[in-house]
């Protein structure tokens, strides 16, 4: 070992600002990169990512092959080809692709999110990086990025069973890039969940089950509170009679007049309003409704919601249209719940009520509004924590 | 009973210290902190000046590490002053950090990081000029002698690797501070040379260092002072030199024990026998110059004696001459 203490010429006396160009700001964003520069190189060299990303794309080649095996299976039985007047299987393929990556992401990314503050704080490192110039925000900030950007990569490897989905057909560009879309932010969602929580608890297990039951109240939970809370929020809707024209399929023989015309039903009088199916008519009267739209915002924060009802969808030609995809029946359910009675029961307020509602007022804003306060919050928290010098220290804490 | 002693002179220090505006150094002034009901540091002082090393000793539990939490500015003290060459870190952890290196007592490594990847870090994170990091890594790698390694992952590096690292991390910055907690721990003694000279050369180019450690003999020759803790208090400080000074015992062998035994009762100096290997006996001598004449009179009573050395360090002295309690 050689003595070369004294200042030599490369040796910096006093850390500077990075570069004189960087202003705050750019000072700030170069620690966040360092210190995700740093995480991702430690992820890159563990093993386990591997196993899990190869894990995952066996898993989604599987539930896409499933998928398609079972479709081109059934079309065939069905109408003796692939060919026919079917759609393509293009939507059905990308729209399950799509909800297994949706689940699998939302099972994966709390474990590589959720020991992020509190592992390095378990392995002496975390008070190293906090008695450098970096800031508690800036240690956050990197934590939560690096766990994103591995999140992302789970994406990235399934896409090309999405896009297996959209050569299929029946799909377009911009359909896919919000679903894309909303799925990485999705998955940002419970990485940024996973780090507060891990700068919040002391053990990297018990963050990750606190995070693991987060994401399943999001995920099971928030249809459970809103089933129950439409349950308890009863009210009441404006509405008038009903009356339903029938069909002239299913008009029999016996129904038909001496004159060979069909012997509809007189509609009776004062209708207020009237489509092809049924009219409206007679007083307003008060009726018992359930007022989902009260509860509809707990349903919001679902990220299976929130994914689903952010896709746009073009209402195809006809007033019967009834949505197909799974996403979509996904979507149209939630608006329904959203509108509540005054929208979805028939003849409220002497009106009749398309069966597809057209999105007016979509869901997912507030749904992913709420998702990102709540894990804006969670973070504010683990900020708080990681600030130092420490005042008060939760019980069993060491700083190192 | 020492303690009540010397308080005021402490006292004293303390209001000379707080009188100086920018005390060139490290100063620590009545500084508690205790977490929950444990009160892990009461009342502690400590100065540590530019240009010296100042060693931290004390029982296991005496608080050492929390007190170096605090004057790394990790922890805020619930009460008294930390100064940091005049900056205080509760107010101002920035300025404070980057005149601070801290090396603590867990290593603390990233192990999938190799030691030249660890050290850029680091030098990110104290936002060096980006062109001047790759220079100051090599400098530094070779300065704790790492140089062969640098480019293994920290994983494979042994303990005494993995501190020399953890060492070079501290130094990154060039930090006007310098507090390590348990340095030579885990060192081979070569390495316990190397930091020895390392350390001596950081306080010749007038950093003020901080060790704590438990390695007594060794802190002799790295400390220019000391500060005793135990049970969270400051139990003294000294100086080496008045360490030296002061009164300790002696080891004394001669080709005939018999002999020294003999010309010692004429001398009329109290003895026992020794606690080594080898057959001697130990007295207790007021200073050096009193133990350089005790051997004159030795010499002339005719006794051959073969050795005659310190039966201990001056600070281990000290420190058992205190009762320190553990904890």
């Not at chain 1, 210190?35 to 190869?54: F, K, N």
């Not at chain 1, 399934?158 to 799925?183: C, E």
């Not at chain 2, 001697?280 to 005659?308: I, K, N, P, R, Y």
Request: charged share 15%; with cysteine.
């Amino acid at each position: 070992m050689t003595m070369t203490t004294k200042d030599g010429a490369g040796t910096p006396g006093e850390p500077q600002p990075d570069e004189p160009r960087a202003g705050r700001l750019g000072a700030y964003w170069a620690g966040v990169t360092a210190v995700v520069g740093m995480e991702m190189r430690q992820r890159m060299r563990s093993r386990g990512w591997y196993v899990m990303l190869a894990i995952w794309f066996v898993i989604i080649a599987l539930v896409t092959w499933l998928t398609w095996w079972s479709w081109s299976s059934q079309s065939s039985f069905q109408a003796g080809g692939p060919d026919g007047n079917h759609a393509g299987p293009g939507s059905l393929i990308f729209e399950i692709v799509m909800a297994f990556v949706l689940l699998f992401g939302l099972l994966v990314a709390p474990a590589f999110s959720a020991n992020a503050v509190n592992g390095d704080r378990a392995a002496g490192t975390l008070a190293i990086m906090q008695v450098t110039l970096l800031r508690p925000g800036q240690i956050l900030w990197g934590k939560f990025l690096a766990s994103w950007i591995a999140g992302l990569a789970f994406l990235v490897v399934s896409t090309p069973f999405l896009l297996f989905g959209i050569l299929q057909g029946g799909l377009g560009a911009g359909h896919i890039l919000v679903a894309l879309l909303m799925l990485a932010i999705e998955l940002g969602v419970v990485c940024a969940l996973g780090v507060g929580i891990s700068a919040l608890a002391n053990r990297p297990l018990f963050s990750i089950v606190v995070t693991y039951l987060v994401v399943a109240a999001l995920s099971v939970g928030t249809l459970i509170a809103f089933g129950l809370g439409a349950m308890v929020s009863h009210g009441t809707v404006m509405a008038n009679q009903t009356f339903y024209k029938g069909g002239y399929s299913a008009i029999t023989p016996e129904d038909l007049g001496p004159d060979g015309q069909a012997a509809r039903p007189t509609p009776p009088a004062g209708i207020t309003d009237q489509n092809a199916d049924y009219a409206c008519y007679g007083p307003l009267r008060e009726y018992q409704s359930v007022r989902t739209d009260r509860v509809a915002w707990i349903l919001a924060m679902n990220p299976f919601v929130v994914v689903a009802d952010s896709i746009p969808y073009s209402p195809r030609p006809g007033s019967d249209y009834s949505p197909t995809g799974a996403f979509e029946t996904i979507s149209q359910g939630a608006r329904v719940a959203q509108a509540g009675p005054a929208a979805t029961y028939p003849c409220a307020d002497g009106k009749v009520t398309p069966a597809y509602l057209t999105p007016k007022t979509p869901l997912w804003p507030l749904g992913l509004g709420l998702q990102l306060l709540l894990a804006g919050g969670v973070l504010a928290l683990g900020w708080r924590a990681l600030r130092t010098p420490a005042g008060k220290l939760p019980k069993g804490t060491r700083v190192a | 009973m020492r303690k009540r002693g010397r308080a005021p002179a402490r006292q004293g220090e303390v209001l000379e210290l707080m009188e100086s505006e920018v005390f060139n150094g490290l100063a620590a002034v009545g500084v508690s902190r205790s977490f929950g009901d444990v009160h892990a540091v009461v009342s502690m002082d400590l100065q540590a000046p530019a240009g010296e090393v100042t060693a931290l000793i004390g029982p296991n539990g005496a608080g050492k590490t929390t007190l170096l939490l605090m004057l790394a500015s990790l922890l805020a003290p619930d009460a008294g002053t930390v100064r940091i060459m005049g900056i205080d870190p509760s107010r101002n952890p920035a300025a404070a950090r980057a005149k601070i290196g801290w090396m603590p007592d867990t290593l603390g490594v990233w192990e999938a990081l190799t030691a030249r990847e660890i050290l850029s870090a680091m030098g990110r994170f104290y936002q060096l000029p980006k062109a001047a990091i790759p220079a100051r890594v090599i400098e530094l790698l070779a300065l704790v002698n790492l140089s062969d390694l640098a480019d293994q992952k920290a994983r494979v590096l042994s303990r005494g690797q993995q501190q020399r690292l953890s060492l070079a991390r501290a130094l990154i910055h060039d930090p006007q501070v310098l507090l390590l907690d348990e340095p030579a721990s885990g060192l081979d003694p070569g390495s316990r040379v190397a930091l020895r000279q390392i350390l001596r050369g950081l306080a010749a180019a007038g950093k003020a260092v901080v060790v704590s450690s438990h390695v007594l003999a060794e802190l002799d020759e790295i400390a220019d002072r000391a500060v005793f803790v135990n049970a969270g208090r400051t139990v003294l400080a000294q100086t080496v030199q008045q360490a030296a000074t002061q009164g300790r015992r002696y080891s004394i062998s001669a080709l005939d024990a018999q002999v020294l035994e003999a010309a010692l009762a004429r001398l009329g100096v109290p003895f026992r026998a020794g606690t080594g290997r080898r057959e001697s006996v130990s007295v207790e001598v007021g200073g050096e110059t009193q133990a350089s004449a005790l051997l004159c009179d030795l010499m002339v009573e005719g006794v051959e004696v073969c050795s005659f050395a310190p039966a201990s360090g001056a600070l281990e002295e000290t420190y058992m001459s205190m009762d320190v309690e553990q904890r």
